[in-house]
């Protein structure tokens, strides 16, 4: 796969359902306070995460409600400033009970954003996926793009453009990386594990640059497996680091019930470790629980 010839994409979502989720989970948390922990999370832990890859050929894209305060655009408009990879896009959504319209024009949005950056030139499109709160190695982007490059001329023999009589490469494939890190922040006590999560949420997608563009926001993360060719990465190091806490609004229902299962095992804190390959430190993440 000539590297001249895709465009990569890191993806995230911020505030986009903010509102909804609030109101669904019953929250005791304001909008206000929820942006102020996050974006502090944010600029602190996943940024510096991104900012810091050893490779940095590809853009990262993060989703933004359009009713974002003036207050809370500067502070991401100064991220952007010192980020020139960082691409904060705003969108102006409906109010959407049932998580259905938003998605739609999220995902709408996101392939004419794609469509329009790449152009006709670049024939592959990636979109990796990564949550607001979590964090990536910093050679996750480079060991990822030379395994993809490496795999394609193993499997397909750089032929990744011909769809006709089952040549080439299929419509879409997923991409993961097994091994990772799972810290638990609940009710102020921290616990770190080493996980094996094959099918994880830190997947990237890979597809033709065409009008067929299928988009990272499709489906959930965790179908992906379903619907795609799967590359499975070989390797044992830990190469994404994923947090749940108190203040993780898709885990509400279950973080005072969590307990680690047979995937997890239990590790130290390494504070040199954490920090020099993920940017990680162990007081950013606690900013996230009440």
């Known amino acids: 796969m000539d590297k001249n010839n895709f465009c990569h994409f890191v993806c995230s979502r911020f505030n986009i359902y ?4 609030i109101i669904k989970y019953k929250w005791d948390i304001s909008e206000e306070e929820w942006m102020e922990k996050h974006l502090d999370s944010f600029e602190m832990g996943l940024i510096p995460s991104i900012k810091n890859q050893t490779c940095q050929n590809f853009n990262y894209i993060c989703w933004f409600d359009e009713r974002t305060s003036q207050k809370h655009r500067d502070r991401i408009n100064n991220i952007k400033k010192n980020f020139s990879n960082f691409s904060p896009l705003f969108i102006d959504l409906p109010e959407d009970p049932e998580f259905n319209i938003k998605s739609i024009y999220l995902k709408n949005a ?46 397909f023999k750089d032929n990744l453009l011909k769809h006709t009589k089952g040549e080439g490469m299929p419509k879409v494939m997923s991409v993961y990386f097994p091994y990772g890190y799972h810290v638990s922040l609940f009710n102020k006590s921290v616990e770190f594990f080493k996980l094996k999560g094959i099918y994880n949420q830190f997947c990237t997608i890979i597809e033709n ?46 973080t005072s019930k969590w307990k680690p299962d047979k995937r997890h095992v239990q590790c130290k804190y390494d504070k040199k470790l954490f920090y020099d390959n993920f940017s990680f430190k162990e007081e950013y993440s606690k900013r996230l629980v009440n």
């Open 18 to 21: 903010l509102k909804e989720n």
């Open 209 to 254: 640059n065409n009008e067929n563009l299928t988009g990272l926001w499709d489906i959930e993360h965790a179908l992906w497996e379903y619907v795609s060719n799967k590359i499975i990465l070989d390797m044992k190091e830990p190469m994404w680091l994923w947090t749940i806490h108190n203040n993780n609004l898709g885990h509400r229902g279950w």
């Open 110 to 155: 996101q392939k004419k954003y794609i469509k329009e950056f790449c152009g006709e030139n670049k024939k592959i499109i990636l979109q990796t996926r990564i949550d607001i709160d979590d964090y990536i190695h910093k050679k996750f982007i480079e060991i990822l793009q030379d395994s993809i490059d490496n795999c394609f001329k193993k499997q």
